[in-house]
């Protein structure tokens, strides 16, 4: 269902109003956890701002350690909520457990399905069946192959409203936290009719490599990027090196806007 021999035609997903896939680039950008009332607004007033108009932020976080900041849960969304509320912006966040997905859609514009899950079927069932847009990212050692299949369990329940999104993958490479595979954007829009994102804050894990990656994808065809931003990453309850301040942010978006296609 999601390969382009099925359907030639690009799916366009769209967000609040907000269309993706249909050749203009768009943004997503926010902290990596939703940590305070206070740190959301902050941020979604630059956000905003800059005229992105998809607020991120992790509610609950699939973290490696146990003892790391594992998440607001349900408070998370419901910050987030208000603050999207406040300045008229989507939500999208993670969900890791099928059983919060019923609760979570009356938060969220859009489902976070998150590297660590892409293959958890009963996820990927769980959130083709909701009549809601789903970013589903690339798993951290998934073939493109494998990614494509994961997109398929989503559609095949019935929800078409599917944005992938590349987030690099683990190889030997240790210069940066994963490798962005840049080549996979050409390669899922050829294969798929899906719109395609990249991450370059976890793909990356390095601030100084936002601005050329993005700017990689933008070249490449992406349909958008997503970032992290903070007001204070110094002292973020999680991926504290690699989030940009709100200065950075604007000087991100300043040097992007002009080579991307926005309306
Ligand atoms: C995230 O976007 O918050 C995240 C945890 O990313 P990933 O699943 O790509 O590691
Ligand atoms: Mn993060």
Redesign the pocket.
Known sequence: LVSRKKKPENTIVTVKGETIGDGLQRFVAG???VESYEQVAAVAKVVKQQGVRMLRG?AY?PRTSPYDFQGLGLEGLQILKRVADEYDLAVISEIVDPADIETAVEYVDVIQIGARNMQNFELLKEAGAMKKPVLLKRGLAATIDEFINAAEYIVSKGNDQLILCERGIRTYERATRNTLDISAVPILKQETHLPVLVDV??STGRRDLLVPTAKAALAIGADGIMA?VHPDPAVAL??SA??MDIPQFTEFMKQLKPICNLN
């Open positions: 902290p990596c956890s992790g976080k804050t976890h992290e999680s991926d690699q989030q």
